[in-house]
T-cell receptor
Framework: AQTVTQSQPEMSVQEAETVTLSCTYDTSENNYYLFWYKQPPSRQMILVIRQEAYKQQNATENRFSVNFQKAAKSFSLKISDSQLGDTAMYFCAFMTRGANSKLTFGKGITLSVRP | DADVTQTPRNRITKTGKRIMLECSQTKGHDRMYWYRQDPGLGLQLIYY???????NKGEISDGYSVSRQAQAKFSLSLESAIPNQTALYFCATSDLAKNIQYFGAGTRLSVL
């Protein structure tokens, strides 16, 4: 079974600064996907970024980038130039490849961006 | 209009009542999911369906049932609601090609 661990329950960052959210996972699979989802106070779950394990290049989406360390089973999210709208819960998630794949979520981290 | 629509958005009910949460999607995806979110626990999978004739239990299916009425509709029922089923419930659909799940806005359920 896969597990996803987000050990920091909450973090705070000053507006315009950079923050990194940590995530580790455990799996015996070699091919899989990793995701970061954002849940703002509106409670909508929004996909932030997606990484395919077979790709060595780290995924980026505008101000969001990941540091994917496959051997260490680590998948951290870096938010650059933090904005007030980045205030939200962030969930790391794992999915195996294949017909019966399902998402496994971490417990989430609450990020607060201070003005 | 939202691609994944959940109704109702909020619901308060009493212990022992039967309640149904509905989900519809316009994304044309075959795969649909129901999750439950509790504070500090992330999202846990209740049931999932890979097509109209396929229903599977997730991690926490006890006390819940589902119905896949059509490709676009997947409903979750609580036959006899209990207070520890108070939670935020999400429906999601999946794009098999990209393996990305898209979520509805959630239903906040309170069982008194």
């Amino acid at each position: 079974a896969q597990t996803v661990t987000q050990s920091q329950p909450e973090m705070s960052v000053q507006e315009a600064e950079t923050v990194t959210l940590s995530c580790t996972y455990d799996t015996s699979e070699n091919n899989y996907y990793l995701f970061w989802y954002k849940q703002p106070p509106s409670r909508q779950m929004i996909l932030v970024i997606r990484q395919e394990a077979y790709k060595q290049q780290n995924a980026t989406e505008n101000r969001f980038s990941v540091n994917f360390q496959k051997a260490a089973k680590s998948f951290s999210l870096k938010i650059s130039d933090s904005q007030l709208g980045d205030t939200a819960m962030y969930f790391c998630a794992f999915m195996t490849r294949g017909a019966n794949s399902k998402l496994t979520f971490g417990k989430g981290i609450t990020l607060s961006v201070r003005p | 209009d939202a691609d994944v629509t959940q109704t109702p958005r909020n619901r308060i009910t009493k212990t022992g009542k039967r309640i149904m949460l509905e989900c519809s999607q316009t994304k044309g995806h075959d795969r649909m999911y129901w999750y439950r979110q509790d504070p500090g626990l992330g999202l846990q999978l209740i049931y999932y369906s890979f097509d109209v004739k396929d229903i599977n239990k997730g991690e926490i299916s006890d006390g819940y049932s589902v119905s896949r009425q059509a490709q676009a509709k997947f409903s979750l029922s609580l036959e006899s609601a209990i207070p520890n089923q108070t939670a935020l419930y999400f429906c999601a659909t999946s794009d098999l090609a990209k393996n990305i799940q898209y979520f509805g806005a959630g239903t906040r359920l309170s069982v008194l």
